[in-house]
């Protein structure tokens, strides 16, 4: 082995002498156009995904091969179906889309985005989720026994709005008093909201005679106390819907008496979140008093929180001291008591849901908000913030305060997916939903930010040292040469060849 060391580097000396530069220019930027190639790759791959291709496919694939993964004995008791349902029902859990409490009408304001702009406002499966309620609020097992009702079934289960308007003008040809079908005229063919207000007049009237109907055959059976269920949503979602007609229409005062009556008449249905709207309104009439009234009703640590509630506590704590608050003044002398508890209640929303303040603060383009949300998630940022912007901007220094302030709540929460501060850690599931709740237009915000992975960086790295060798080889050619016959005799000789 002594003896054939020398006939080896003389060898490999002779074949480095017969390369020429060009060779080597050849060589470096080809390897500086594979790396780039490869982290253009990298990039799309975890913009779509992400998540890194070669990350990806090291653990799914090499590790396996390797002897990386090693199989744990199973616990007694539990079964693998048994983990992957208990994830599958969190994830579920977290994913909960609600109804946008003040979810626009379709005929009356998202068609006439779409007439305007000759985009979609609305995704499919946010629609879809919309004809579900429907169906769900609208429909019961005895509607079989009543023509127009069969017709309406089959309208909310229609995916062209043509057909569904359709549907709804021959349930009403079956029975005039058919309430289902004026609030689907109301939502889809009423151009403005005074024609959808008129159509929900009609559908109250209606509405309301049918559930007295139904209080009185209440006690007989299960079905009628299905029918009851199904003409109590029907009447809660007429009224309120004419309520907001109402404070959309100016008439505010109206519109928070009728909101307040519904609420005292039906005090079970609260998880319609009524009081959402009713909070905004009274927002509207700068009626704070009455506002923080309903905060100390709903704003409980047994109730589910929203950014309505969390966000309107912040505004009120903010109200009493944006308009002499100084970013420069409170560094010299401190926060006071009641800055304090502002900048303490600015926190608690943040970290509820991070995505508000850019919406807040006009760092991000505003959308129309779809018809469901998901908590704590950016969908439910965009619909807080269409609507709560212009109150927040009535306060004097409302804004500046926010401005100031939110962003140190990211230094309380130094890992955010792994625990939380004030409320539960924050979900790593919302992203996946706000992309089908939102538009394709729509940049949807994302938290906490993905961080690049270590092969981009790599990648990247290697990608500018290949075009840096390129540019020298081609600019040094003869220097290069010398370097590269260096480098390859002194690691032959490292490693004994």
């Known amino acids: 082995m002594e003896n054939r060391r020398p006939e080896v580097q003389s060898s490999a000396t002779v074949f480095l002498s017969t390369l020429t530069p060009k060779f080597y220019v050849a060589l470096t930027v080809t390897s500086s156009l594979i790396s780039g190639l490869i982290l253009v790759f990298e990039w799309w791959y975890f913009k779509k995904y992400g998540t890194c291709f070669i990350e990806q496919v090291s653990v799914s694939h090499l590790r396996p091969l390797l002897g990386g993964a090693e199989s744990n004995p199973p616990v007694p008791g539990f079964s693998a179906s048994n983990g992957e349902s208990e994830t599958n029902r969190q994830s579920l859990s977290e994913c909960k889309v609600w109804r946008n409490p003040l979810s626009l009408f379709r005929g009356a304001e998202y068609s006439r985005y779409t007439w305007v702009t000759g985009k979609e406002p609305l995704t499919y499966y946010d629609m879809n989720l919309s004809a579900q309620d429907h169906q769900t609020f609208f429909t019961c097992d005895t509607d079989f026994l009543r ?40 939502e889809e063919e009423a151009t403005t909201i005074i024609d959808a207000e008129k159509y929900f007049k009609q559908a109250l009237k209606a509405g309301e005679a049918v559930y007295r109907k139904s209080q009185h055959c209440h006690p007989q059976n299960s079905q009628h106390e299905a029918q009851l269920r199904r003409d109590t949503n029907v009447l809660v979602y007429v009224k309120r819907r004419l309520a ?54 709903y704003d409980d640590i047994s109730l589910p929180k929203s950014a309505a509630i969390c966000y309107t506590a912040a505004l009120l704590k903010a109200r009493a001291v944006s308009d002499r608050f100084s970013a420069e003044t409170a560094s010299r002398r401190g926060l006071s008591t009641a800055e304090i508890s502002a900048v303490e209640a600015i926190h608690r929303a943040v970290e509820f849901n991070p995505h508000v303040p850019k919406y807040l603060l006009e ?48 230094r309380m929460i130094p890992y955010p997916l792994e625990k939380g501060h004030l ?69 032959g000789a490292e490693f004994g060849l």
């Open 147 to 186: 023509p127009s009702y069969i017709v309406m079934q089959k309208a909310w289960r229609e995916r062209n709005p043509q057909a569904r308007i359709k549907a709804a003008y021959q349930a009403l040809e079956l029975n005039n008093d058919c309430a289902a079908a004026y609030v689907l005229l109301a």
């Open 244 to 297: 907001m007609c109402a404070r959309k229409l100016g008439r505010i005062k109206e519109a928070v008496k009728m909101m307040r009556d519904l609420m005292k008449e039906f005090p079970l249905l609260s998880m319609l979140n009524i009081h959402e709207n009713l909070l905004e309104a009274l927002l509207e009439l700068q009626a704070y008093a009455d506002v923080q009234a309903v905060l100390a009703k």
């Open 363 to 410: 760092m991000k383009s505003l959308i129309l908000p779809p018809e469901h949300i998901l908590k704590r998630g950016d969908s439910e940022a965009v619909a807080y913030a269409f609507f709560h912007l212009q109150h927040w901007k009535r306060i004097e220094g409302a804004l500046n305060l926010l401005h100031c302030t939110w962003e140190g709540t990211f």
């Open 423 to 491: 409320f539960y850690p924050y979900a790593s599931w919302t992203e996946t939903a706000d992309r089908e709740l939102l538009p394709t237009f729509h940049n949807v915000s994302v938290y906490p930010q993905k961080e690049f992975p270590f092969f981009m960086h790599f990648t990247a790295g290697l990608c500018s040292f290949s075009a840096m060798l390129a540019f020298l080889t081609h600019q040094f050619p003869e220097l290069m040469v010398i370097f590269a016959k260096a480098v390859s005799i002194g690691c």
